[in-house]
């Protein structure tokens, strides 16, 4: 039976088992009743998840076999979405459809992050929006996903202290990240006593999946455990997360999960210890050792911010097949120039404390971003 007094297990709906090609409804019930069944309540999904499905099969595997106040759902609204301020609750009254509800437990605007999803929220009032809605009794806790800067983040919270909680990306992999800013983003949330559920703790199966040398320490620490135990345990350890999502697909990675989270175990020391052995195992990647000092970016006649598409090219040579990099790379070549747009002067070289070879890095980051559009 779930026991852990911090955090939750949350069931992330975003990976369902599909079965040709639609979504596996008998194996979604089995992983459900299993869930349900140790104790854990929290479902995650969103208005885009699996063309809209995934909404819908709540409605089936939950809502129709399970009491109302068993449970808890949590959706999102996606600003991509909103061209009026009539859109809000034309899609809002859609997804109370599709699940077969009366209220949402858990309401959150979608990957609120810099720039055109953040300004579309604000420009169609939509936090005043939940509030409203809230205030009705069809949303009980109003928050919002992120992906955004920490400046961005401590700028909502001043502005919106309405917000009762924020979903964030946060595993070990991801602390010290200059692009994902896992543990910069906590400390802001810790020291506003905001409640934190977490997305990705295993980075959408990598670290489930680890070089052998790095599962070598995990599985000497801990022989019964699973490599992906560990990214979960590290998530939990931390005082202020609320529920931690897992986008699970089949029923061995709810079965490995339930155990993880079954009389939870929080990091010891030795387990400290362990990780961190093995991250430096993981991270022994040839890194690009730019300071940031931005010395480059002046002078650059075609206004590329050097330092931040190092800052994507490192992530991208440390997790190859991870997405985000690339969501960093196109947000931030939307205000500045593109890697490819190196006119090779050599006024960066010339100025770079660190006699970075620029040049040659930008075609790489060129090849990794650019050709990948």
């Given at each position: 039976?779930?026991d852990?007094?911090?955090?939750?297990?949350?069931f992330?709906l975003?990976?369902?088992?599909?079965?040709?090609?639609?979504?596996?409804l008998?194996?979604?019930c089995?992983m459900v009743?299993?869930?349900m069944?140790?104790?854990?309540?929290?479902?995650?999904?969103?208005?885009?998840?699996h063309g809209?499905?995934?909404?819908?099969?709540?409605?089936?595997?939950?809502?129709?076999?399970?009491?109302?106040?068993?449970?808890?759902?949590?959706?999102k609204?996606?600003?991509w979405?909103?061209?009026?301020?009539?859109?809000?609750?034309?899609i809002?009254?859609?997804?109370?459809?599709?699940?077969?509800?009366?209220?949402?437990?858990?309401?959150?605007l979608?990957s609120?992050?810099?720039?055109?999803n953040?300004?579309?929220?604000?420009?169609?009032?939509?936090?005043?929006?939940?509030?409203?809605?809230?205030a009705?009794?069809?949303?009980?806790?109003?928050?919002?996903?992120?992906?955004?800067?920490?400046?961005l983040?401590?700028?909502i919270?001043?502005?919106?202290?309405?917000?009762?909680?924020?979903?964030?990306?946060?595993n070990?992999?991801?602390?010290?990240?200059?692009l994902?800013?896992?543990?910069?983003l906590?400390?802001i949330?810790?020291?506003?006593?905001?409640?934190?559920?977490?997305?990705?703790?295993?980075?959408?199966?990598?670290?489930?999946?680890?070089?052998?040398?790095?599962?070598?320490?995990?599985?000497e620490?801990?022989?019964g455990?699973?490599v992906?135990?560990w990214?979960?345990?590290?998530?939990?350890?931390?005082?202020?997360?609320?529920?931690?999502?897992?986008?699970?697909s089949n029923?061995?990675?709810?079965?490995?999960?339930?155990?993880?989270?079954?009389n939870?175990?929080?990091?010891?020391?030795?387990d400290?210890?362990?990780?961190?052995?093995?991250?430096?195992?993981?991270?022994?990647?040839d890194?690009?050792?730019?300071t940031?000092?931005?010395?480059?970016?002046d002078?650059?006649?075609?206004?590329?911010?050097?330092?931040?598409?190092?800052?994507?090219l490192?992530?991208k040579?440390?997790?190859?097949?991870?997405n985000?990099p690339?969501?960093?790379?196109?947000?931030?070549?939307?205000k500045?120039?593109?890697?490819?747009?190196?006119l090779?002067?050599?006024q960066?070289?010339?100025?770079?404390?660190q006699?970075?070879?620029?040049?040659?890095l930008l075609?790489?980051?060129?090849?990794?971003?650019d050709?990948a559009?």
């Open positions: 039976m779930y852990f007094d911090s955090a939750m297990l949350g992330g975003m990976r369902l088992p599909e079965k040709d090609g639609v979504i596996d008998e194996t979604v089995s009743d299993k869930y069944a140790s104790g854990n309540t929290y479902f995650d999904t969103a208005y885009i998840y809209g499905n995934s909404e819908k099969v709540v409605k089936d595997a939950i809502v129709a076999r399970y009491p109302r106040d068993s449970f808890t759902l949590a959706t609204l996606p600003a979405c909103i061209h009026s301020f009539e859109d809000r609750d034309k809002f009254q859609e997804q109370l459809d599709r699940m077969g509800v009366d209220y949402i437990d858990y309401y959150l979608h609120v992050e810099d720039g055109n953040y300004d579309v929220y604000e420009k169609y009032d939509c936090f005043n929006w939940a509030m409203e809605k809230k009705q009794g069809k949303i009980k806790t109003f928050g919002f996903s992120f992906h955004g800067t920490p400046a983040l401590e700028k919270l001043d502005k919106h202290p309405e917000v009762e909680f924020v979903q964030i990306q946060l070990y992999a991801d602390w010290n990240s200059n994902i800013n896992s543990g910069k906590y400390k949330l810790t020291d506003r006593s905001i409640p934190i559920t977490v997305m990705e703790p295993v980075k959408g199966g990598t670290l489930a999946k680890v070089v052998p040398e790095a599962e070598k320490v995990f599985k620490a801990r022989p455990m699973s992906a135990s990214a979960l345990r590290f998530v939990g350890s931390l005082p202020g997360v609320k529920f931690i999502l897992s986008g699970m029923d061995e990675q709810m079965d490995d999960n339930l155990k993880t989270f079954t939870f175990e929080r990091l010891t020391d030795s400290k210890e362990a990780l961190e052995k093995a991250k430096s195992i993981m991270f022994a990647f890194l690009v050792p730019c940031g000092c931005r010395y480059c970016v002078g650059c006649p075609s206004s590329i911010s050097i330092p931040d598409v190092f800052t994507a490192n992530d040579r440390k997790f190859p097949h991870d985000r690339n969501f960093y790379y196109n947000g931030l070549t939307a500045y120039g593109k890697a490819s747009d190196c090779e002067c050599g960066c070289e010339g100025v770079c404390p006699h970075l070879n620029i040049i040659e075609k790489e980051a060129s090849e990794k971003f050709n559009l």
